[in-house]
């Protein structure tokens, strides 16, 4: 069986629930101390960073900012959900945990491959017990935030067998493309169905993922 590369937030994880609130509060802060304007923030505004990891989302999101202000931003949202994740506010999407279990009982290894850095990658191991489901947990922290796809070419010599990756964003997608592997888009996550549009199938449930692993392994 294929070894199944899964991106997490957006794919497992709906982090709009924690994400969304953080944002709009940083930004708020952000504003009420004149680093930026006043502004109201739509659900698509802010979900079009999710999948990126928190360094590379800074340095493009309001570039002009003093690098020790984007710093200070990046921390305090990063705490605002942490807080938001331990006090139940975070949930993985309705049908995650049995996509998850079904596919762990057709024989198929499942890896973690997150822009998440450690601490989130740690938290969210504990507050939804993710090591029931993965064999493998990678963070982009650990290879000094390197794109998706390079950190996949430093893991994959670990595993046997082939793989499939799992996402709903581009990095997802151009993980697999440049390493010249199947993919899965999910289009109910973050990204669009343009940025999916190189994937082989694309689900629009997360129900939908055992059938098109099936599918792509035979």
Same mark, same amino acid.
């Given at each position: 069986?294929?070894? *199944?590369?899964?991106?997490?937030? @957006?794919?497992?994880?709906?982090? $709009?629930?924690?994400?969304?609130?953080?944002?709009?509060?940083? $930004?708020?802060?952000?504003?009420?101390?004149?680093?930026? /304007?006043?502004?109201?923030?739509?659900?698509?505004?802010?979900?079009?960073?999710?999948?990126?990891?928190?360094?590379?989302?800074?340095?493009?999101?309001? %570039?002009?900012?003093? %690098?020790?202000?984007?710093?200070? /931003?990046? *921390? $305090? #949202?990063?705490?605002? $959900?942490?807080?938001?994740?331990?006090? @139940?506010? &975070?949930?993985?999407?309705?049908?995650?945990?049995?996509? *998850?279990?079904?596919?762990?009982?057709? &024989?198929?290894? #499942?890896?973690?491959?997150?822009?998440?850095?450690?601490?989130? *990658?740690?938290?969210?191991?504990?507050?939804?017990? #993710?090591?029931?489901?993965?064999?493998?947990?990678?963070?982009?922290?650990?290879? =000094?935030?390197? %794109?998706?796809?390079?950190?996949?070419?430093?893991?994959?010599?670990?595993?046997?067998?082939?793989?499939?990756?799992?996402?709903?964003?581009?990095?997802?997608?151009?993980? !697999?493309?440049? =390493? @010249?592997?199947?993919?899965? @888009?999910?289009?109910?996550?973050?990204?669009?169905?343009?940025?999916?549009? !190189? !994937?082989?199938?694309?689900?629009?449930?997360?129900?939908?993922?055992?059938?098109? !692993?099936?599918?792509?392994?035979?």
């Amino acid at each position: 069986m294929p070894n *199944l590369i899964f991106d997490y937030d @957006g794919t497992i994880h709906n982090s $709009m629930l924690t994400y969304a609130p953080a944002f709009r509060g940083t $930004m708020k802060w952000l504003s009420d101390n004149g680093y930026i /304007a006043e502004k109201e923030y739509t659900d698509d505004e802010i979900s079009c960073w999710l999948g990126f990891n928190s360094t590379d989302m800074w340095n493009s999101f309001h %570039p002009e900012l003093d %690098p020790e202000i984007r710093e200070k /931003a990046r *921390l $305090m #949202l990063g705490k605002d $959900m942490a807080e938001r994740i331990d006090r @139940g506010e &975070g949930a993985l999407y309705d049908g995650a945990e049995e996509m *998850l279990s079904e596919l762990k009982k057709r &024989g198929y290894k #499942l890896i973690f491959l997150s822009n998440c850095r450690f601490h989130y *990658l740690e938290r969210h191991k504990r507050v939804f017990r #993710l090591e029931r489901f993965f064999d493998c947990f990678y963070c982009c922290e650990a290879y =000094n935030f390197i %794109p998706k796809y390079e950190i996949f070419k430093r893991i994959a010599p670990a595993h046997s067998g082939s793989f499939i990756v799992i996402g709903d964003r581009f990095h997802d997608i151009e993980t !697999a493309v440049r =390493n @010249g592997l199947p993919s899965i @888009g999910c289009s109910y996550g973050f990204g669009s169905r343009e940025e999916l549009s !190189a !994937a082989n199938i694309i689900v629009d449930s997360i129900a939908d993922i055992p059938y098109a !692993a099936d599918k792509l392994s035979q």
